[in-house]
């Protein structure tokens, strides 16, 4: 089965290529020779082309004497076109499983054509690099040094760049060892790598061996190509490429005719866009590298250069390699020496340079080639020679190799530029398109050059787009500013930019649809055009109105984090007034069908826009520096893991949804690492951190994010439990014994007693007043004196909003706060009691234990008949005492918190035990409607009994606050889910027991009640030892009355048993009882086993995150329980509605800084971050492996010196020997002047010196 569906996959794979390869054979053509033209070396049998005479349809024409006129063969003229039968996947016999693809076509087959089938239909990535690699073809050895220059440099270079090859794409010369190298690349690179080098062998069709396996009119899917004796150089297809172009000129067996369109391919290319749907900033950088060479080549190499494209010759490597290298390095192209009698020299004219190259061309090549062919394109070359760079990899070595490439681009790149483009553009260009941020720090970025924004700014859209964090952290601390950058119009771009097929993109797409509606339709996937080109096109040539706006994004986010958070970018849009969410949709859209005023503003949050651009998408590296740049570290830091961990629930690829999780607590534990340097500096300061109201993430603070973000190990932090337990405790001291609480909650004068220890707000505010500020000379504004006083913040109303208290004038900025009147000691002291959530807990679990108490009491006891004789007068009290709950519920639901009623309650649902007080409270209502009636009053009872127990169990969450009990709640709740999946296997194998056991004993039993009961009920009881032995075995008395007739058993009366075949019943019962009491029940142990110990391990850090929870609910509650809280809401609605005073307490211990207060708070938040990556910075630079890589690279500068020194040493040689030719030389003139008597000398010759004192001179 498994065979034939693998069969049934890859054939439906197969048919999808052929459909999607169909037209090849109607636009790609292939040539065939239909003229004979005779070779005279055949004696008439071969036509020029290498094809026998029988292959051909007509005969050139001849004259009267039988003499050819046509004798020379051109493809062009001799040879005809007909729809190619070559073309589609390809399969190496014996080699490995990947297929390549090939295509067989006609010279003149347009490039666009080829390079849009090989990038879309093919799926090859687009090129950052194409490196053409010409010559070094037939079976001459090739030497050792080029083969390590194509394998450590090369190939190396290109797996760095993302670089296309092009060669022959045969099993022989240079062709043979690209594949070779390639293949060795990619087994070593990883198997995710991106950057991975795309090998393309362009190759004459007439010239491969074994080619009639790849002719298939339909196309080959794949073709079976059989390669013998692969050890050797052959004419085969090498396996190690991706693609094949064999080109077709109508020859069999002559090479060459694959040179025109690889130049008119390489060409084109050289025209193209790098980057993703071409949204580079620069041209496909292509390089023709010349090895060896036939003189043939010196005509291509002509014809490349006059088209601007750059080579890179070889020296050394033999052929016309080193006949330009000879040509371009040693003929000098100064004026020549004078003649003896002149006084003014002239020039040597351009015949002598003629002469020179002659001269060279008459020592490289035999004296049978066409001379002045050669002469004439050598003289061509020679003035493109800026064009040229000679490498001398024997010497130089490979490892540089990708920096020669980038310097002969370069080259090439200033020769085509503008005069007013600054010259380290294109070098800057090339090295982010390449990602080589090691070149730009080096030879760009080393302080010589003062680099402008208008420089700057392509290269960074390059660089975000096509993911490149190093170049963006470059260009920003090279004179990019981001402010200046970054504008909405171009943020908008940055989504639009995002992926095809990535999660980011379906939403985006999903909201995009939901806007325009459905008169008009997005673009999405399916109707996304294939070709990359195409798609940029149509998304430029899109209304503004239909593209992905920040409507789209502010979408995504609040289906993100719309929880905890404000909608992003409402204020931008003009939408920050309007709650409703269908009203903002068609303002939206009538804004966007309009002028986009907004577009063109800068982006006043840039670097947290970015980062929330980069976390969508799941960038690690570019998120982390954006997250450096931003500011409200810990904040940024949990919004993230927020972000990463909502994306990973709706993420279906397992490998990205592992990569989001891992990133998300990756910021967790930086903002617990943030925060924990925050809490060492000062206590206070980091307590207002945590509760300060963030203006940069919609109105949300840490505690919130942290928790929506299931921040655990956040909360875990000494810190955080430190402000959750102030919280707790309000102004009463945290060691204060549980005892105390209880004896003054019923009797409340003690309060004003010392009994319960207070602290003292204005001794300890005083005391801090004191100290010097760390920021400044003094503290005007009282920031950061006070540990807050709760009771404050929690119950301030609007009647004190004339006279603000010393904190919160604080909190909002002023300057010189005003004093509020203090209270009398009576009010202040009843209101630190009362008023701290502890007390309000306090008062719930008593009131709730009375609940529970009334409620089991009219079950049990005071439960009337329905009306008129009943209820009784406690189960009226009941009511009204679930009547109050209610009231409480609906008020947390709906009236806390500024966010819409329909995210409050969805966050409500989202808490198990609000489900459980929902449950509750359906199920009292529906017992309370039921035994009002007669007819349904013990349906009614019933429904409350089972009430009761899910009121009860309720009971678990209040003991959550305990440090003891609450880790333990985790771990029955967890355990649960271990129950359900031992259920499931439970029922699996009582059910095959108890359907077999039961048809084994009774052959006939209509009766489904004692089915059921034996079936599922028996069994079940046999797992805890209740096995009714008389009646499973026959040998045992058993005294039920039973019958086998059949009318009695339909009846209702007990069938007998069955007695052949009971010993079979009885080995199931052992086999049954051996699984579950031993196997099944031993699961389950280890099950639980586990589990426990994995929450034990992490208890702490469980408890003290759900006790927020708790800690929360109290915090908002007011301080009289049910039933009597009624009286609270009273006094809200009366304040709320009548009196119209606000609440302050809306929000959960909020504080929202303004001014000086807010921007003291973000500094001093930012230094502590810096502080922080500075010590990691340090810790990581003292690492091995960070002291292996400084001494790896100070070693290759000391090998690259000695590379230079050697090079030096050459130079020298060569010196020493033009310096000696000189002197010989120079001697004989004198020797020759001496004999002569024509000429006397004034003086005698000179006498020689030693260049260098001996040592023994030089020691004296």
């Not at 997005?522 to 096109?537: F, R, Y």
Request: include cysteine; hydrophobic fraction near 40%.
């Amino acid at each position: 089965m498994k065979d034939s569906g693998e069969a049934t996959g890859a054939a439906e794979k197969i048919s999808k290529s052929e459909k999607d390869q169909s037209w090849i054979p109607k636009i790609i053509k292939k040539r065939v020779c239909t003229t004979f033209v005779e070779d005279s070396f055949s004696n008439g049998r071969l036509c020029q082309c290498g094809g026998s005479r029988d292959a051909h349809t007509s005969v050139a024409l001849g004259d009267y004497f039988s003499t050819a006129i046509v004798n020379h063969w051109d493809s062009a003229q001799h040879s005809s076109e007909y729809p190619t039968d070559a073309f589609g996947e390809l399969q190496f016999a014996g080699a490995s499983k990947r297929h390549s693809y090939f295509l067989r076509m006609s010279w003149d087959t347009l490039p666009s054509m080829v390079y849009t089938l090989m990038t879309t239909h093919w799926g090859l990535s687009a090129p950052n690099l194409v490196v053409s690699v010409v010559g070094g073809e037939g079976r001459a050895k090739v030497k050792t040094w080029v083969r390590e220059v194509l394998r450590q440099g090369l190939v190396k270079a290109s797996q760095s760049t993302g670089a296309w090859i092009l060669t022959a794409g045969l099993r022989e010369g240079v062709g043979r060892c690209v594949g070779e190298a390639v293949r060795d690349h990619a087994t070593a690179a990883s198997s995710v790598s991106l950057n991975k080098v795309v090998a393309v062998g362009i190759a004459p069709w007439g010239l491969v061996y074994n080619r009639d396996q790849l002719v298939n009119p339909q196309g080959s899917f794949p073709a079976k190509y059989y390669v013998q004796n692969s050890s050797r150089d052959s004419c085969c297809l090498d396996n190690n490429y991706q693609a094949f172009l064999l080109v077709d000129d109508g020859s069999v067996g002559r090479r060459g005719g694959e040179t025109g369109f690889r130049a008119k391919l390489e060409d084109y290319i050289s025209h193209q866009r790098t980057g993703i749907w071409a949204s580079g900033s620069i041209d496909i950088p292509v390089l023709c590298m010349l090895i060896s060479g036939e003189p043939s080549m010196l005509e291509r190499v002509d014809l490349s250069l006059k088209t601007s494209m750059p080579w890179l010759v070889l020296a050394g490597s033999g052929g016309i390699a080193d006949f330009l290298s000879d040509l371009l390095e040693n003929l000098s192209s100064a004026p020549a020496a004078q003649s003896p009698g002149e006084g003014d020299g002239e020039a040597v004219p351009s015949v002598d340079l003629k002469e020179k190259v002659a001269e060279r061309v008459r020592k490289y090549f035999s004296p049978d080639a066409e001379m002045d062919k050669l002469v004439e394109q050598a003289l061509s070359i020679y003035q493109n020679k800026d064009l040229i760079t000679i490498y001398h990899g024997e010497q130089e070595g490979p490892n540089d190799f990708d920096t020669v490439l980038l310097k002969t681009l370069v080259g090439a790149s200033k020769q085509r530029a503008s005069v007013n483009a600054s010259p380290y553009n294109e070098e800057l260009k090339l090295a982010v398109t390449w990602n080589r941020v090691d070149i730009a720090k080096s030879e760009l970025f080393n302080g010589d050059i003062q680099w402008r924004y208008d420089d700057l700014e392509d290269s960074m859209t390059d660089a975000l787009i096509n993911d490149k964090p190093q170049f963006v952290r470059l260009f920003t601390e090279n004179g990019l500013n981001i402010l200046d950058y970054l504008t909405y119009d171009r943020l908008e771009s940055l989504y639009r930019s995002v992926a095809d097929g990535t999660l980011l993109y379906q939403l985006l797409q999903r909201h995009l649809v939901l806007r325009l509606g459905s008169t008009t339709t997005a673009p999405t996937s399916a109707s996304v055009p294939q070709s990359p080109t195409k798609l940029i096109e149509s998304k430029q040539s899109n209304e503004p109105a239909q593209q992905v706006t920040l409507f789209e994004v502010s979408g995504v986010l609040e289906l993100l984090i719309g929880d905890v958070c404000q909608p992003f970018y409402y204020e931008v849009l003009g939408l920050h007034n309007i709650s409703s969410k269908r009203r903002a949709l068609k303002r939206a859209s009538k804004l966007l069908c309009g002028e986009c005023v907004y577009r063109d503003r800068r982006c006043v949050y840039p670097w947290t826009s970015l980062f929330i651009w980069a976390v969508l998408q799941n960038r690690s590296e570019m998120a982390i520096f954006f997250w450096e740049m931003a500011g409200e570290s810990v904040l940024s830091a949990l919004s993230g893991c927020k972000l990463l961990r909502e994306l990973s629930k709706l993420e279906v690829e397992t490998e990205t949804k592992l990569s989001m999780k891992e990133l998300a607590q990756r910021f967790e534990n930086l903002a617990h690492d943030i925060f924990s340097s925050c809490y060492r500096s000062n206590e206070n300061r980091s307590f207002t951190l945590l509760i300060r109201k963030s203006v940069v993430w919609g109105g949300t603070t840490c505690l919130q994010m942290g928790m929506g973000a299931d921040a655990r190990l956040f909360f875990s932090h000494d810190g955080v439990q430190s402000l959750l337990s102030q919280i707790w405790w309000g102004d009463m001291k945290r060691n204060t014994e549980v005892w105390k609480l209880l004896l003054t909650f019923f009797c409340p004068l003690l309060c004003y007693t010392d009994l319960i220890p207070f602290r003292e707000q204005e001794d300890h505010q005083e005391e801090e007043e004191g100290k010097p500020y760390e920021d400044g000379p003094g503290r005007n504004d009282n920031y950061g004196t006070t540990v807050f006083s709760f009771s404050d913040i929690k119950h301030i109303e609007a009647e004190t909003q004339g006279t603000l208290s010393p904190r919160t004038a604080s909190i909002r900025g002023l300057g010189q706060p005003l004093k509020p009147p203090r209270r009398p000691f009576i009010v202040s002291r009843w209101r630190q009691f009362w008023f701290a959530p502890v007390t309000s807990f306090l008062g719930n679990v008593l009131m709730y234990f009375l609940f529970l108490v009334l409620f089991a009491y009219v079950l049990l006891v005071d439960f009337k008949p329905p009306p008129p004789a009943g209820p009784a007068i406690t189960e009226y009290v009941l009511y009204f005492w679930v009547f109050t709950i209610v009231c409480e519920e609906i008020r947390e639901t709906f009236f806390l918190g500024s966010t819409t009623w329909r995210q409050r309650l969805r966050v409500y649902i989202q808490d198990v035990w609000n489900k459980c007080d929902l449950t509750a409270i359906i199920l009292f209502i529906i017992g309370l409607v039921c035994r009002m009636f007669d007819w349904s009053y013990g349906f009614g009872r019933d429904v409350l009994c089972v009430d009761y127990m899910v009121f009860t169990l309720r009971l678990i969450h209040i003991f959550a606050i305990h440090k003891q009990l609450g880790p333990k709640i985790i771990i029955v709740g967890k355990m649960m889910k271990d129950v359900f999946f031992f259920l499931f296997f439970l029922g699996v194998w009582l059910m095959a027991y108890g359907v077999a056991n039961q048809a084994l004993i009774y052959s006939y039993d209509p009766s489904l009640n004692r089915i059921f009961r034996r079936v599922f009920y028996r069994p079940y009881l046999h797992i805890f030892g209740q096995i009714p032995v008389e009646e499973m075995d026959v040998g045992k008395e058993w005294d039920m009355p039973c019958t086998d007739n059949v009318t009695l058993i339909d009846g209702g009366a007990e069938p007998c048993r069955t007695l052949y075949s009971n010993w079979l019943v009885v080995i199931l019962l052992v086999v049954y009882l051996l699984v579950t009491n031993i196997l099944l029940i031993n699961l389950l142990i280890a099950m639980f086993s586990y589990t426990f110990s994995e929450v034990q391990a992490n208890s702490d850090i469980y408890w003290k995150f759900q006790r927020y929870n708790l800690i929360v609910q109290y915090h908002s509650r007011p301080s009289l329980a049910p039933p009597f809280i009624i009286l609270s809401h009273i006094n809200l609605f009366i304040k709320r509605n009548i009196r119209k005073v606000p609440s302050v307490k809306i929000h959960h211990f909020v504080l929202q800084l303004r001014g000086k207060a807010a921007n003291r708070l973000t500094t001093w938040e930012t230094i502590r971050k810096e502080d922080f990556l500075t010590a990691q910075s340090k810790i990581q630079k003292s690492s091995d492996s960070e002291r292996l890589k400084r001494i790896s690279v100070k070693v290759d500068g000391v090998v690259k010196h000695l590379t230079e020194s050697r090079d030096f040493d050459h130079r020298l040689r060569a010196l020493e020997t033009e310096m000696e030719y000189c002197s010989n030389a120079l001697s004989w003139i004198v020797d020759t002047l001496a004999q002569g008597s024509t000429f006397k000398p004034p003086r005698p010759p000179p006498t020689s010196r030693d260049a260098f004192p001996s040592s023994s001179s030089s020691s004296t």
